[in-house]
């Protein structure tokens, strides 16, 4: 199993960034993917999902900020950010079929599902 995410980095209050999670050695398909986020001293928390049919959900943080999106053809889940703000700075985590998170030796773990390596992004002037 291989989750990859691509397409973090540094950016200004404001501006958007595309975050890309090319997954492989499970069926795609038929698992419903999500986006975590950790910053130091916080909790590991759930920025969007998008189930296997594609329904989707967004904390209330990046509600209306944040859309997520899958290609099943490409095996790909996205996440477009917009309006980016100081507190979105984190290392982000693309996830499959995890039904929560908690941060063990600076990893995300769960019961159950698959992790990327994760990818940071820092929004700041």
């Known amino acids: 199993v291989q989750l990859v995410e691509s397409g973090g980095g540094l950016v200004q209050p404001g501006w958007s960034l595309r975050l890309s999670c090319a997954a492989s050695?499970?069926?795609?398909?038929?698992?419903?993917m999500g986006w975590h986020r950790h910053a130091p001293g916080n909790e590991c928390e759930l920025v969007a999902e998008?189930?296997?049919?594609?329904?989707?959900y967004y904390s209330d943080s990046v509600k209306g900020r944040f859309i997520t999106s899958r290609d099943n053809k490409k095996n790909t889940v996205i996440l477009e950010m917009n309006s980016l703000k100081p507190e979105d700075t984190a290392d982000y985590y693309c996830?499959?079929?995890?039904?929560?998170?908690?941060?063990?030796?600076?990893?995300?773990?769960?019961?159950?599902?698959?992790w990327g390596q994760g990818t940071q992004i820092t929004v700041s002037s």
């Open positions: 996830e499959a079929g995890a039904t929560q998170c908690t941060m063990v030796a600076g990893r995300p773990t769960s019961t159950y599902g698959y």
């Open positions: 050695g499970f069926p795609f398909v038929d698992s419903d």
């Open positions: 998008i189930a296997s049919d594609g329904r989707t």
